[in-house]
């Protein structure tokens, strides 16, 4: 991932940084915001439309769906970080997003797929089966084999916040300077990630993932802080209880607050949104490239 130096503030807005990837030998040139559109191969994600089985026609339909509707990119997923989530073997994380990844690889070549998973032989697997992109909730803190397979397959890897693990997360959010730990944090797993030669680098500050409401909330109104660190930025705040439980309604009733806050984000730096509802977020993005084309 190469950044393109900006000149000030008001130009970045206007010009905002490019971003170079290599993905499968090839140069991917990143001018704009991008869309990853959510496909979870799980029973229990909290957001029950977006539950899917890989080998159902409803999950076919998904897919050409979401790609109609704009999705630069889908995000596979086969284990569930929601809180109090069950626990997935190794064997059936694999049964759930090998074949949907063969599928859409050979059904949709043109489109970039992203595995969701903290482990490293799943995302060994998945990049072999026609995955691009790795998105790993630990940043490689679940799995020590992470970081040197990414530096293997050399792919680009998306590093998200979270402390602890999916089960107790929630229970460690005591922070004295989030903002600036979790920077730090960064920092230096960009450091590490250096040192196996990893260039190509996505950041994610884990909305939802060991942060109370007020916290994420702090996290977005200072978006843009992460920007010191020359990565892109993705954004996950789709549906979250940091909507529902502000607005006091179920997820099944969050879109409306979640195209509020996919806008800010977009204007405080957000690189990539990942969202369950594509359409809307496309016209969301259409309507950022009006205020600022």
């Known amino acids: 991932m190469i950044p393109e130096k900006g000149v000030s503030s008001f130009e970045d807005k206007l010009f905002p940084q490019k971003y170079t990837f290599q993905i499968n030998g090839r140069l991917h040139v990143w001018k704009s915001p991008k869309i990853m559109g959510i496909l979870n191969l799980t029973p229990d994600s909290f957001f029950e439309k977006s539950r899917f089985q890989s080998q159902s026609k409803d999950f076919g339909l998904q897919v050409s769906k979401l790609i109609s509707d704009g999705a630069d990119i889908l995000d596979i997923g086969g284990y569930s970080s929601r809180p109090g989530a069950d626990k997935v073997s190794e064997k059936e994380e694999l049964e759930r997003v090998i074949p949907a990844i063969e599928w859409i690889a050979e059904n949709h070549p043109n489109t970039l797929i992203s595995i969701d998973t903290f482990r490293a ?5 998945a990049i072999k089966s026609g ?31 979270m402390r602890g693990n999916p089960e107790n997360m929630q229970e460690l959010t005591n922070y004295s300077d989030i903002l600036g730990e979790i920077l730090n944090y960064f920092a230096e797993k960009l450091e590490q990630f250096r040192k196996f030669g990893i260039k190509d680098v996505i950041i994610d500050p884990g909305f939802g993932f060991a942060k109370t409401l007020e916290q994420n909330y702090f996290l977005l109104r200072n978006l843009q802080q992460f920007q010191c660190l020359s990565t892109p930025i993705l954004a996950g705040v789709s549906r979250k209880s940091m909507i529902y439980k502000t607005l006091k309604v179920e997820p099944e009733d969050a879109l409306n607050g979640t195209t509020a806050l996919n806008m800010f984000a977009l204007c405080h730096g957000a690189n990539i949104l990942r969202v369950h509802d594509v359409k809307e977020t496309k016209e969301t993005l259409n309507l950022y490239h009006t205020i600022y084309p």
């Open 121 to 125: 032989k799943v995302a060994e697997k």
């Open 131 to 161: 995955a691009h992109i790795i998105n790993d909730i630990s940043a490689g803190d679940l799995d020590p084999e992470m970081i040197p397979a990414v530096s293997e397959l050399k792919t680009p890897y998306i590093a998200m916040h």
